[in-house]
Protein backbone atom coordinates (compact mmCIF):
# COMPACT_ATOMS: atom_id res chain seq x y z
CA UNK A 1 0.00 0.00 0.00
CA UNK A 2 1.39 3.67 -1.34
CA UNK A 3 1.01 5.82 1.78
CA UNK A 4 0.21 9.68 0.51
CA UNK A 5 -0.52 12.72 1.94
CA UNK A 6 -1.86 15.57 -0.17
CA UNK A 7 -1.29 19.17 0.47
CA UNK A 8 -2.91 21.84 -1.28
CA UNK A 9 -4.05 25.35 -0.56
CA UNK A 10 -7.12 25.06 -2.54
CA UNK A 11 -10.43 22.53 -0.54
CA UNK A 12 -12.06 21.62 -3.87
CA UNK A 13 -8.64 20.51 -5.01
CA UNK A 14 -7.70 18.18 -2.45
CA UNK A 15 -11.46 16.90 -2.34
CA UNK A 16 -11.33 16.45 -5.75
CA UNK A 17 -8.46 14.52 -6.23
CA UNK A 18 -8.41 12.54 -3.11
CA UNK A 19 -11.40 11.46 -4.77
CA UNK A 20 -9.82 9.89 -7.45
CA UNK A 21 -6.89 8.49 -5.92
CA UNK A 22 -9.41 6.72 -3.41
CA UNK A 23 -10.51 4.73 -6.44
CA UNK A 24 -7.35 2.96 -6.58
CA UNK A 25 -6.86 -0.19 -4.82
CA UNK A 26 -2.66 0.35 -4.40
CA UNK A 27 -2.75 4.35 -2.68
CA UNK A 28 -4.42 5.56 0.80
CA UNK A 29 -4.48 9.03 1.81
CA UNK A 30 -3.43 9.29 5.38
CA UNK A 31 -3.49 13.08 5.43
CA UNK A 32 -4.76 16.12 3.73
CA UNK A 33 -2.64 19.00 5.44
CA UNK A 34 -4.09 23.04 4.80
CA UNK A 35 -0.91 24.62 6.11
CA UNK A 36 3.10 23.70 6.59
CA UNK A 37 2.80 23.06 10.51
CA UNK A 38 -0.08 20.75 9.73
CA UNK A 39 1.88 19.24 7.24
CA UNK A 40 5.02 18.60 9.28
CA UNK A 41 3.30 17.08 12.23
CA UNK A 42 1.57 15.08 9.62
CA UNK A 43 4.73 13.87 8.14
CA UNK A 44 6.23 12.88 11.71
CA UNK A 45 3.28 11.14 12.29
CA UNK A 46 2.62 8.76 9.23
CA UNK A 47 5.82 8.35 7.67
CA UNK A 48 4.02 8.71 3.82
CA UNK A 49 5.81 6.98 1.19
CA UNK A 50 4.68 9.97 -1.24
CA UNK A 51 3.85 13.70 -0.17
CA UNK A 52 1.49 15.75 -2.75
CA UNK A 53 2.79 18.77 -2.59
CA UNK A 54 0.83 22.35 -3.81
CA UNK A 55 3.99 24.98 -4.87
CA UNK A 56 2.19 27.13 -2.74
CA UNK A 57 4.01 25.28 0.15
CA UNK A 58 7.46 25.91 -1.25
CA UNK A 59 8.51 28.81 1.05
CA UNK A 60 8.41 26.42 3.41
CA UNK A 61 10.22 23.73 1.55
CA UNK A 62 13.59 23.13 3.69
CA UNK A 63 11.92 22.34 6.79
CA UNK A 64 9.65 19.87 4.42
CA UNK A 65 13.13 18.28 3.37
CA UNK A 66 13.84 17.99 6.90
CA UNK A 67 10.92 15.76 7.45
CA UNK A 68 10.83 14.00 4.55
CA UNK A 69 14.48 13.20 3.89
CA UNK A 70 15.26 10.53 7.28
CA UNK A 71 11.79 8.15 6.28
CA UNK A 72 12.70 8.69 2.46
CA UNK A 73 9.31 10.37 1.50
CA UNK A 74 9.14 11.05 -2.33
CA UNK A 75 8.08 14.98 -2.99
CA UNK A 76 5.88 15.14 -6.05
CA UNK A 77 5.55 19.31 -6.54
CA UNK A 78 2.27 20.48 -8.32
CA UNK A 79 3.37 23.89 -10.41
CA UNK A 80 0.27 25.45 -11.84
CA UNK A 81 2.96 26.53 -14.45
CA UNK A 82 5.87 26.04 -15.96
CA UNK A 83 8.76 27.46 -13.69
CA UNK A 84 12.54 27.78 -15.74
CA UNK A 85 14.68 26.36 -12.75
CA UNK A 86 12.90 22.88 -11.74
CA UNK A 87 12.77 22.62 -8.10
CA UNK A 88 13.38 19.08 -9.51
CA UNK A 89 16.79 19.67 -10.99
CA UNK A 90 18.30 21.40 -8.30
CA UNK A 91 17.49 18.20 -5.62
CA UNK A 92 14.72 20.17 -3.52
CA UNK A 93 12.07 17.66 -5.17
CA UNK A 94 11.68 14.03 -6.48
CA UNK A 95 8.94 14.80 -8.77
CA UNK A 96 7.12 17.70 -10.16
CA UNK A 97 3.57 17.63 -12.02
CA UNK A 98 1.63 20.48 -13.76
CA UNK A 99 -1.10 20.92 -11.28
CA UNK A 100 -3.88 20.72 -14.37
CA UNK A 101 -2.52 16.62 -14.91
CA UNK A 102 -4.93 14.39 -15.84
CA UNK A 103 -5.84 11.66 -13.15
CA UNK A 104 -3.67 8.98 -15.12
CA UNK A 105 -0.57 10.50 -15.00
CA UNK A 106 -1.29 11.82 -11.44
CA UNK A 107 -1.76 8.20 -10.42
CA UNK A 108 1.42 6.72 -12.25
CA UNK A 109 3.71 9.63 -10.94
CA UNK A 110 2.90 8.51 -7.11
CA UNK A 111 3.38 4.92 -8.43
CA UNK A 112 6.36 5.36 -10.15
CA UNK A 113 7.98 8.29 -6.89
CA UNK A 114 6.86 5.36 -4.54
CA UNK A 115 9.06 2.75 -6.55
CA UNK A 116 12.27 5.29 -6.22
CA UNK A 117 11.84 6.86 -9.28
CA UNK A 118 12.08 10.71 -10.93
CA UNK A 119 8.79 12.10 -12.20
CA UNK A 120 9.09 15.23 -14.43
CA UNK A 121 6.20 16.21 -16.40
CA UNK A 122 5.87 20.10 -17.28
CA UNK A 123 6.42 20.07 -21.13
CA UNK A 124 2.64 19.36 -22.12
CA UNK A 125 0.73 22.53 -23.54
CA UNK A 126 -1.94 23.87 -21.63
CA UNK A 127 -4.91 25.75 -23.62
CA UNK A 128 -5.80 29.44 -22.12
CA UNK A 129 -8.32 28.33 -20.31
CA UNK A 130 -6.01 25.60 -17.89
CA UNK A 131 -3.91 28.87 -17.83
CA UNK A 132 -6.66 31.09 -16.49
CA UNK A 133 -8.58 28.56 -14.29
CA UNK A 134 -6.84 25.65 -13.58
CA UNK A 135 -8.98 24.07 -10.90
CA UNK A 136 -12.34 24.84 -12.98
CA UNK A 137 -10.61 23.87 -16.36
CA UNK A 138 -9.68 20.25 -14.47
CA UNK A 139 -13.00 19.44 -13.09
CA UNK A 140 -14.65 20.48 -16.13
CA UNK A 141 -12.18 17.60 -17.74
CA UNK A 142 -13.74 14.96 -15.57
CA UNK A 143 -17.11 15.77 -15.83
CA UNK A 144 -19.05 14.09 -18.73
CA UNK A 145 -21.66 16.09 -21.51
CA UNK A 146 -25.08 15.01 -19.74
CA UNK A 147 -23.30 15.90 -16.62
CA UNK A 148 -22.52 19.53 -17.46
CA UNK A 149 -25.80 19.45 -19.13
CA UNK A 150 -27.06 19.35 -15.94
CA UNK A 151 -24.89 21.39 -13.94
CA UNK A 152 -26.27 24.28 -16.22
CA UNK A 153 -30.10 23.47 -15.18
CA UNK A 154 -29.03 23.51 -12.04
CA UNK A 155 -27.56 26.97 -11.91
CA UNK A 156 -30.81 28.09 -13.87
CA UNK A 157 -32.73 27.02 -10.79
CA UNK A 158 -34.26 23.29 -12.43
CA UNK A 159 -35.02 20.71 -10.13
CA UNK A 160 -34.42 17.44 -10.60
CA UNK A 161 -38.15 16.25 -11.75
CA UNK A 162 -37.58 19.52 -14.35
CA UNK A 163 -34.60 18.30 -15.19
CA UNK A 164 -35.09 14.33 -15.96
CA UNK A 165 -37.96 15.98 -18.28
CA UNK A 166 -36.13 17.95 -20.41
CA UNK A 167 -32.89 15.42 -20.64
CA UNK A 168 -35.64 12.39 -21.09
CA UNK A 169 -34.54 10.67 -18.62
CA UNK A 170 -36.03 9.86 -14.74
CA UNK A 171 -35.71 11.65 -11.78
CA UNK A 172 -33.66 8.81 -10.21
CA UNK A 173 -30.98 9.06 -12.43
CA UNK A 174 -30.31 12.63 -12.06
CA UNK A 175 -30.23 12.01 -8.47
CA UNK A 176 -27.39 9.52 -9.04
CA UNK A 177 -26.05 11.90 -11.36
CA UNK A 178 -26.19 14.79 -8.86
CA UNK A 179 -23.65 12.85 -6.34
CA UNK A 180 -21.41 11.79 -8.87
CA UNK A 181 -21.14 15.71 -9.70
CA UNK A 182 -21.02 16.80 -5.75
CA UNK A 183 -18.31 14.15 -5.65
CA UNK A 184 -16.32 15.69 -8.19
CA UNK A 185 -16.36 19.37 -7.21
CA UNK A 186 -16.45 18.66 -3.76
CA UNK A 187 -19.61 20.37 -3.11
CA UNK A 188 -22.28 19.33 -0.82
CA UNK A 189 -25.24 20.75 -2.61
CA UNK A 190 -26.81 22.89 -4.68
CA UNK A 191 -26.34 26.21 -3.62
CA UNK A 192 -22.48 25.52 -3.52
CA UNK A 193 -22.55 23.93 -6.98
CA UNK A 194 -23.99 26.85 -8.56
CA UNK A 195 -21.92 29.44 -6.90
CA UNK A 196 -19.08 26.84 -7.78
CA UNK A 197 -19.67 27.31 -11.26
CA UNK A 198 -20.19 30.91 -10.79
CA UNK A 199 -16.18 31.37 -9.80
CA UNK A 200 -14.46 28.95 -12.24
CA UNK A 201 -14.82 30.18 -15.73
CA UNK A 202 -13.88 26.94 -17.61
CA UNK A 203 -16.93 25.50 -16.19
CA UNK A 204 -19.30 28.32 -16.31
CA UNK A 205 -18.36 28.77 -20.23
CA UNK A 206 -18.94 24.55 -20.30
CA UNK A 207 -22.33 24.36 -19.47
CA UNK A 208 -23.63 27.97 -20.62
CA UNK A 209 -23.10 26.54 -24.09
CA UNK A 210 -25.49 23.40 -23.40
CA UNK A 211 -28.11 25.71 -21.48
CA UNK A 212 -31.82 25.55 -22.95
CA UNK A 213 -32.87 28.45 -24.74
CA UNK A 214 -35.40 31.04 -22.87
CA UNK A 215 -38.55 29.56 -25.12
CA UNK A 216 -38.32 25.96 -24.18
CA UNK A 217 -38.37 26.74 -20.37
CA UNK A 218 -42.21 26.67 -18.42
CA UNK A 219 -43.94 29.77 -17.98
CA UNK A 220 -43.67 29.16 -14.56
CA UNK A 221 -41.04 31.53 -12.78
CA UNK A 222 -37.62 29.25 -11.38
CA UNK A 223 -35.91 30.95 -8.85
CA UNK A 224 -31.91 30.59 -9.64
CA UNK A 225 -30.02 28.19 -7.37
CA UNK A 226 -28.63 30.96 -5.38
CA UNK A 227 -31.94 32.96 -4.36
CA UNK A 228 -33.39 29.14 -3.00
CA UNK A 229 -33.30 28.03 0.47
CA UNK A 230 -29.95 26.15 1.44
CA UNK A 231 -30.75 22.31 1.01
CA UNK A 232 -27.98 19.44 2.24
CA UNK A 233 -29.88 16.60 0.17
CA UNK A 234 -29.36 16.29 -3.94
CA UNK A 235 -33.49 16.28 -4.37
Known amino acids: ?93 QGVLQRSADETTMVRSIRQLALGGKVFCLVRKTTPEADLDPVGYRVRQRMTPHELRIIGFVVQGFRNREIAARTGTTEHAIKQSMRRIFDKTGVFDRLELALYVVHHRALREATRELRPLPELREAAVVRPAWEAPRRTSVN
Open 1 to 93: MINVILADHQRIFRVGLATALAAEEDIRIVGQPQSISQLLRRLEIFQPHVLVLSSAFMGGIDEIRLSCDPQQTAILLLEDRHEKESPLVSGEV
